[in-house]
T-cell receptor, first 108, second 114 residues
């Protein structure tokens, strides 16, 4: 059975304090790993797709990396507007299996 | 820009009422999904569809029903709303599950049953 585990569940950072979010997965035959951002009361918004180990994608202060067992979302010099829940997901069958998310709070 | 629309955005309704949450997408996606999410909690899949006239129940037991008569439209219906149905309902669609971008989500319907 496909499993996706995210850690930590919650992360508090000071503005400018870089850190990383982890997404560990167990899936038979990886067909991509997806990162989403979700703001309170809204639907998740797509950030990145990674397809193979060693691949990296960047967007502003965010960089996603992928290994054979896990993915990291690195946040460099975060700002308060980066506060959100970050979700990762992998395809399993004909649907995505989501992790529980990491709730990120960046204080000024 | 997301091309999937959910209405209403917010809904407060009395116990026992029948409600339909609307979800429409203009991308021609075959696959559509309904998720239930309580504040700060995980996404729970309640229904999905792989195309017209195809509907399946998800992992989370739900008293709601869905229909898929047209590719672009995937409404969710509660025949008799209860306070336990209070939650956020998110609709999503996708082309191929592993395609770049994965799912496209709507903005959600926040349902409160009083």
């Amino acid at each position: 059975e496909d499993q996706v585990t995210q850690s930590p569940e919650a992360l508090r950072l000071q503005e400018g304090e870089s850190s990383s979010l982890n997404c560990s997965y167990t899936v038979s035959g990886l067909r991509g790993l997806f990162w989403y951002r979700q703001d309170p009361g809204k639907g998740p918004e797509f950030l990145f797709t990674l397809y193979s180990a060693g691949e990296e994608k960047e967007k502003e202060r965010l960089k996603a990396t992928l290994t054979k067992k896990e993915s990291f979302l690195h946040i460099t010099a975060p700002k308060p507007e980066d506060s959100a829940t970050y979700l990762c997901a992998v395809p399993g069958g004909n649907m995505l299996t989501f992790g529980g998310g990491t709730r990120l709070m960046v204080k000024p | 820009e997301a091309d999937i629309y959910q209405t209403p955005r917010y809904l407060v309704i009395g116990t026992g009422k029948k409600i339909t949450l609307e979800c429409s997408q203009t991308m021609g996606h075959d696959k559509m999904y309904w998720y239930q999410q309580d504040p700060g909690m995980e996404l729970h899949l309640i229904h999905y569809s792989y195309g017209v006239n195809s509907t399946e129940k998800g992992d989370l037991s739900s008293e709601s029903t869905v229909s898929r008569i047209r590719t672009e439209h995937f409404p969710l219906t509660l025949e008799s709303a209860r306070p336990s149905h209070t939650s956020q309902y998110l609709c999503a669609s996708s082309e191929l599950v592993g395609s770049p971008g994965g799912y496209t989500f709507g903005s959600g319907t926040r349902l409160t049953v009083v």
